[in-house]
């Protein structure tokens, strides 16, 4: 069981930059074994895979469309994780959420157990 707080949203410019952090409460099965992930959902679009990461923090996968602009990264000694976000263009404006998984390494929607509440991210042009 985990639970996933992100905050580090906000309001920015095109071409800004955001951190956005997840913290973890994890019981029964520690933090350092969940892969972690980041999805958004626009309004009127389906949730969409951002990035994930490894065990480790090791391994990375990112969309397409945020690839070279963002940056997954975790600290298991902190039991977060976080996502930052550079060149933002209004397209990526869209709630944020934090998301853990029991696999072995994920990037599917479904197979992400445990989610957080989300946090806003706007990018005004």
């Known amino acids: 069981q985990v639970q996933l707080v992100e905050s580090g949203g906000g309001l920015v410019q095109a071409g800004g930059s955001l951190r956005l952090s997840c913290a973890a409460s994890?019981?029964?099965?520690?933090?350092?074994?969940?892969?972690m992930g980041w999805f958004r959902q626009a309004p009127g679009k389906d949730r969409e895979f951002v990035a994930s990461?490894?065990?480790?923090?090791?391994?990375?996968y990112y969309a397409d469309s945020v690839k070279g602009r963002f940056t997954i990264s975790r600290d298991n000694a902190k039991n977060t994780v976080y996502l930052q976000m550079n060149s933002l263009q209004p397209e990526d404006t869209a709630v944020y959420y934090c998301?853990?998984?029991?696999?072995?390494?994920?990037?599917?929607?479904?197979?992400?157990?445990?989610w957080g509440q989300g946090t806003q991210v706007t990018v005004s042009s």
């Open positions: 990461t490894s065990w480790s923090g090791v391994t990375a």
């Open positions: 994890a019981s029964g099965r520690t933090f350092s074994r969940y892969v």
């Open positions: 998301a853990a998984s029991t696999k072995i390494y994920t990037t599917t929607f479904d197979e992400y157990e445990y």
